[in-house]
Each structure stands twice: as C-alpha cells, then as structure tokens.
C-alpha cells in the first residue's frame, strides 16, 4: 500500500509532465539543449549586402557582444584579406553634401570594398576617402573640382575601389604586380595591402599615406600625370610616385598643402623597381 509520501511524489511527476506536453518540450539533462527545429540550416549566413562582419567576429577573434574587463579598451581590429578576393563589392551610401563649395566641376564618385576584406567596413574606409577629397588642402581647394560621393545604382563618373591585390591587377589591366595602386579609365584602384602597411621609408604616418593614395590615384583620374620631386628636403608633390621612392623629398599627402595654390614638381617619373607583391593577410 502507498504512502502518503509516496503518493505525493507521483502526483508532482504527473503534474510535471503535464507541464512538459502542454509546452511541447522535453526535459533536457543537466548540461543539455533542446533542439529548435527554427536553428537548423547553415550555421552561418553571408551578411546582407556584403556587409561586414559584426565588430567581434572573425576579423577580431573576439565573441560577439563579449565584453572585456572593466575599463578595459576594446581589442584591436585586425584586418585580414586573401591574396585575390571574388571580385564582389560593396558600395558605401551617399554623402549629403560635395566638397569644394560651388564653383567648379562636380564629379561624382563612388566607394567600393571588395567583400573578401575583413576588418575595414565599406563606411570607414568611405568616410576616410571622402574626408580626403573634401580637406582643404585636396583637390578641392583650388575651386576647379567639387567631388560628391554618391551611393549604389547613381551614376558616377568613376569609382574608387578598396580591393585585394590580385584583384587590384584584374581592374588595373596593367603590368601586374600586386602591389602598387593605379587609375585606369574610371577606375581608381586602391590596393588594400598598402592602405594596411603603406610603405617602407614613407616617413610619415599610416594615415598619412592613405591620404595620400586616395589624393595621387584621384590627380590621375583629374588629368594629371607623374611628377618628380624639385629638390631635396623639400615636400614631393603629390603626383610623385612617393610609394616607389621619396628621392630626397618629404612626404607629402595634398594638392595643396598650404590652402593655397598647386603645390607641383617636373614632369616626370622615375625608373623603379616594384617590390614584390604580397600575400594572403590571415585575419586573426
């Protein structure tokens, strides 16, 4: 004959698992899960649009939404991309307004990071080109240009592409070498592997010399051609090749350095060896 006890211990089992049938779970063992039939699939999606992982993912080696120890500043970004990417972009949005105030001619311009580079998300990399072209020391200064970025689906009068370095060789069209960065027609061709470690020798900050490329790579697409540096310890213009070689110059990002007219050098271009072209960066 059943206790008490007894009987109250079966009817908190019934009680229970009346619970679990009208939920519709089970009861997972300690430790375990419950299997969502909603979760299954791939266990990773391509982000929307090309986007960027969320800050954190693979690029970072961090978890998403992790957070570091109290005060902590956050980890780094490590940038990472393969030798030749799939030739995919992304396309940063518009700007609202165009540099160079209103004289001048407009030209719109389009920024595009190829998909396979991790770490420098399509707005950064926007935002630090569009602050390049508006500076006062750009080309807009001499009021002979404005520069306006447009997004996706505007017509544009040429693009400026962030791209890998095999890629960089594909839409140059030139001699390849998968190093240096070019203009070819409407195309301004930023190799991401010098936008990450610029050059040896340059002198001058990371930032500095992507200013510098964005400025160069641009002049080109204005008309203008290599030039060559007018003395020793004086700045190199901006036109010269300054990643092959400063030749006695200083480094030198702008235009017009001093807001003032176009600072220039002889025409000209120096005969250089390319230093060979790089590898895959692992992002982590």
Request: proline share 8%; glycine share 14%.
């Amino acid at each position: 004959m059943a206790t008490k006890a007894t009987r109250r211990g079966r009817a908190a089992s019934a009680v229970l698992l009346l619970v679990a049938l009208l939920t519709g779970c089970g009861l997972p063992a300690a430790g375990g899960s419950v299997d969502d039939p909603s979760l299954s699939g791939p266990a990773t999606s391509r982000p929307a649009h090309g986007e960027q992982p969320a800050a954190g993912s693979a690029s970072t080696g961090r978890p998403a939404g992790a957070a570091g120890s109290a005060g902590a500043a956050p980890a780094p970004v490590v940038v990472g991309y393969p030798a030749t990417g799939g030739n995919r972009w992304s396309v940063a949005a518009a700007e609202t307004t165009a540099g160079g105030g209103s004289g001048g001619r407009l030209l719109r311009y389009r920024v595009a990071v190829e998909r396979d580079i991790r770490g420098l998300p399509v707005a950064d990399v926007a935002a630090t080109v569009s602050a390049t072209l508006n500076d006062p020391r750009g080309w807009t200064a001499g009021g002979t240009w404005r520069l306006r970025r447009v997004g996706a689906g505007t017509p544009a009068d040429f693009t400026i592409y962030l791209a890998t370095p095999g890629t960089r060789d594909t839409l140059c069209q030139d001699v390849p070498d998968g190093y240096t960065s070019c203009r070819n027609g409407d195309r301004v061709v930023l190799n991401v592997a010098r936008w990450v470690t610029a050059v040896p020798g340059y002198g001058a900050s990371r930032a500095t010399y992507r200013q510098y490329m964005v400025n160069h790579e641009v002049g080109h697409r204005l008309g203008l051609g290599h030039e060559r540096c007018p003395g020793r310890g004086r700045r190199a213009p901006v036109m010269q090749q300054q990643t092959l070689g400063l030749h006695g110059c200083t480094a030198n990002a702008w235009p017009h350095p001093d807001g003032t007219a176009r600072y220039s050098g002889p025409v000209g271009a120096y005969r250089e060896e390319i230093p060979p072209r790089e590898g895959a960066r692992p992002a982590h």
